[in-house]
């Protein structure tokens, strides 16, 4: 039997998690600072590092207190250490730095995105390997083949936008406020997103790699067009053509994304389709990817809404694997702002 704290905080969440034996999640505790950010229509780096300071203590014994854990119970303590914000990331690794020197435990240093192709793993059982891997996420539109537990190869990546950083884009320029995924899936609901076609992106080179800067062009042109362009709105009616383009627009992400991902997984001839990060907590895309895998005969593993969207639970998952191995950071380490996985 093992425990784990881990910590979080690579973007605009400050997390904790106490987690036994990979998959026993006995607390996870999201501070969101949703509320700072909005005013400016997206994440500010600086505002962010200075959240983390405040929230990191208290976020942590919260963790512990709803685990009914305390530091002498942990066998180990893990923590982002990159991609992410470097201002953010850093308050993280001091945290679980000094946790770890003053209760003597080891530290466990996990890549992000290694934590979202993990978060499946906390409620489902018996995903088997090969695997494939969807991460879409603000920073990430990414396709790891997985051969087994612990490997991972990108084999495509966004050339320009993440999925969610679209979806964000897209709601600033309709004025629907931030984040725009939660957004644009709230209005979309009940609006035609059959009235307007956007084309989707191919690579001329046949690489699965993705483009969505092109598609929000092409939203950015029509909203124009239509005298829809209203960055500064906030709250209010919002307009049946505003929604139907809103909604036209989820369709066509959630049409390439599960496209794509399906021919990957023939492609690579895997058993699994794994599903995680901040917009795969969309109903429209959890519902396409289980029509679409359900016909295609792979078995589909989308990560629990609780753990799409940045948190801890899902970083102490990932911490396991390094655990296990005794693969342990020192006392030294950094934080990476670019760490590829
Ligand atoms: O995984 P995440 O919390 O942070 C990153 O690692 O980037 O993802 C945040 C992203 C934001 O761009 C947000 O707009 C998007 O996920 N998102 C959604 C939904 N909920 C969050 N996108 C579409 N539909 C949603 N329901
Ligand atoms: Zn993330």
């Not at 000094?98 to 979202?116: F, K, M, Q």
């Not at 320009?160 to 957004?183: H, N």
């Not at 969309?282 to 990560?303: M, P, Q, T, V």
């Amino acid at each position: 039997m093992a425990r784990i704290l881990a910590i979080e905080s690579s973007c605009d969440e400050t997390a904790a998690a106490v987690v036994d034996d990979r998959d026993h999640v006995l607390s996870s505790v999201i501070a969101s600072q949703v509320d700072i950010h909005c005013a400016y229509g997206g994440v500010v780096p600086e505002l962010a590092a200075r959240q983390h300071v405040e929230a990191i203590g208290p976020v942590v014994r919260r963790a512990l207190d709803e685990a009914g854990a305390g530091f002498d119970s942990l066998d180990a303590v893990a923590v982002t250490q990159g991609p992410g914000l470097i201002g953010s990331l850093l308050v993280g690794v001091c945290a679980a730095k000094a946790i770890a020197w003053r209760h003597d435990l080891p530290l466990v240093a996990v890549n992000h995105l290694e934590g979202h192709i993990r978060s499946p793993f906390i409620d489902q059982p018996g995903i088997e390997f090969p695997a494939l891997a969807l991460i879409v996420s603000g920073g990430h539109t990414s396709l790891y083949l997985c051969p087994k537990e612990g490997e991972y190869r990108l084999i495509a990546r966004t050339r320009d936008d993440a999925a969610g950083e679209a979806f964000d884009k897209v709601a600033k320029l309709l004025g629907l406020g931030y984040p725009g995924g939660p957004v644009i899936e709230r209005l979309a609901q009940g609006a035609d997103e059959s009235a307007h076609a956007f084309p989707h992106a191919q690579m001329k080179d046949g690489s699965l790699d993705f483009s969505f800067s092109g598609l929000k062009t092409a939203v950015r042109r029509r909203a124009t067009e239509r005298g829809l362009v209203h960055p500064e709105a906030t709250g209010g009616e919002v307009s049946t053509e505003v929604r139907d383009l809103a909604a036209s627009f989820q369709r066509a992400v959630v049409r390439v994304l599960v496209r794509r991902s399906l021919t990957a997984c023939k492609r690579e001839r895997v058993r699994s389709l794994l599903v995680t990060g901040g917009v795969s907590c969309n109903k429209r895309l959890r519902d396409a990817f289980r029509r679409s895998c359900e016909r295609e005969g792979f078995a589909l593993h989308i990560a629990a809404p609780r753990y799409t969207t940045d948190n801890a639970a899902m970083i102490a998952a990932a911490a396991f694997l390094h655990y296990e191995r005794g693969a342990f950071a020192p006392l030294s380490i950094n934080a990476y702002a670019n760490f590829p996985l």
